[in-house]
């Protein structure tokens, strides 16, 4: 298809991440990341979706699937068939985001440790001026 065939302007203006980095804080203060699927509903989004009451009688009608742009692969904005070599780039690309996420929850635990060997360093020292 060519280097100039896919730009900003051939992006949909309703897209939307399929995957999003998440922080929290635990108990004793440190934050872990972790990679969180967008197609992963979160407790506000579980319900109907219409805020219309139901009619329990009456005549049914099945609700069309909602075509939603964060449930599409976006490889398949580069054809139907894709080249494998792409596809293994996706699949690249999102194990080096979950890579990212553990290191960057293992780096704040080694700094939180560093900290703690240093104040535990500098106790030591006012225990041994002290006792000299």
Partial sequence: MGAKSVGPLQ???RMEPQ?????SEAQNGLQKFWVVRASA???E???????????RKGPTRTPEPDPSPALQDP????????????????ASFRE??????????????????QNQLR??????????????
């Fill in 45 to 55: 989004e579980v319900g109907p979706r219409d805020a219309a009451l139901r009619r």
């Fill in 19 to 23: 995957v999003c980095v998440s922080t």
């Fill in 119 to 132: 104040g535990l360093q500098e106790k030591l020292k006012q225990l041994e001026l002290g006792a000299t």
């Fill in 96 to 113: 080096g985001l979950q890579l990212a996420a553990d290191m960057a929850s293992l780096q704040i635990r080694i700094n939180w440790g």
């Fill in 75 to 90: 490889l398949n904005w580069f054809g139907i068939l894709v080249p494998h070599s792409l596809r293994q780039a996706q």
């Fill in 11 to 13: 992006y949909s203006s």
């Fill in 41 to 43: 509903q979160t407790p």
